[in-house]
């Protein structure tokens, strides 16, 4: 059982766009964070998200915790190619950060 | 070392044979995880230690698996008899206490099992 699920899974567009993932979930999670990973690399925090309804920016990305502690989304303004990689979100449980199973984009010159 | 090592950073091994892949964490973080990623998705958990223990063993795949830390430090993940589907990146990730703070990521140690 997938507790945390992202969408989309794959994501190709033009430098420039704007872009949302979204990572939803049945549980409450205490926290929830971003991670970025390139090819080769471990996931790198990106931010973490406490308070339901918190909205926190990062320059160009705006990341936002639903209300019900249930789902976030990430939101990218202006895209680069230098955002190209994997996103994936995460939540503690038991001890444990859980991932969603991640969303590749690409983002194309 | 400033962040999480693992080693080696690759390794190619025969089915049936047996692989130990090790992890130095961060110095001075309590806590240290396991997760397994295959190719372009998440992380699977596997293991997790807070000092030499491990609490929550419950994303090892099968007995082939075990993980024992040593001095609340290095942490070996042994896979024995090894099998094609074993192939993925395994991911080491260490913090200064349970998830209330974030783990930071060793580079990953990319398995092949041919």
């Known amino acids: 059982t997938q507790l945390l699920e992202q969408s989309p899974q794959f994501l190709s567009i033009q430098e420039g766009e704007n872009l949302t993932v979204y990572c939803n979930s049945s549980?409450?999670?205490?926290?929830l964070q971003w991670y970025r990973q390139e090819p080769g690399e471990g996931p790198v925090l990106l931010v973490t998200v406490v308070t339901g309804g918190e909205v926190k920016k990062l320059k160009r990305l705006t990341f936002q915790f639903g209300d019900a502690r249930k789902d976030s989304s990430l939101h990218i303004t202006a895209a680069q190619t230098g955002d190209t990689g994997l996103y994936l979100c995460?939540?503690?449980?038991?001890?444990?950060?859980?991932f969603g199973q991640g969303t590749e984009l690409s983002v194309k010159p | 070392g400033a962040g999480v090592s693992q080693s080696p950073s690759n390794k190619v091994t025969e089915k049936g044979k047996d692989v130990e892949l090790r992890c130095d964490p961060i110095?001075?973080?309590?806590?240290l995880y396991w997760y397994r990623q295959s190719l372009g998705q998440g992380l699977e958990f596997l293991i997790y230690?807070?000092?030499?223990?491990?609490?929550?063993k419950s994303g090892l795949p099968s007995d082939r698996f075990s993980a024992e830390r040593t001095g609340g430090s290095v942490s070996t993940l042994t896979i024995q008899r090894t099998q094609q589907e074993d192939s993925a990146v395994y991911l080491c990730?260490?913090?200064?206490?349970?998830?209330?703070?974030?783990?930071?990521f060793g580079p990953g140690t990319r398995l092949t099992v041919t």
């Open positions: 995460a939540g503690a449980q038991g001890g444990k950060l859980i």
């Open positions: 110095s001075g973080h309590t806590a």
């Open positions: 549980s409450v999670f205490s926290s």
């Open positions: 230690f807070q000092g030499n223990s491990a609490p929550d």
């Open positions: 990730a260490s913090s200064s206490r349970l998830a209330g703070v974030l783990p930071y």
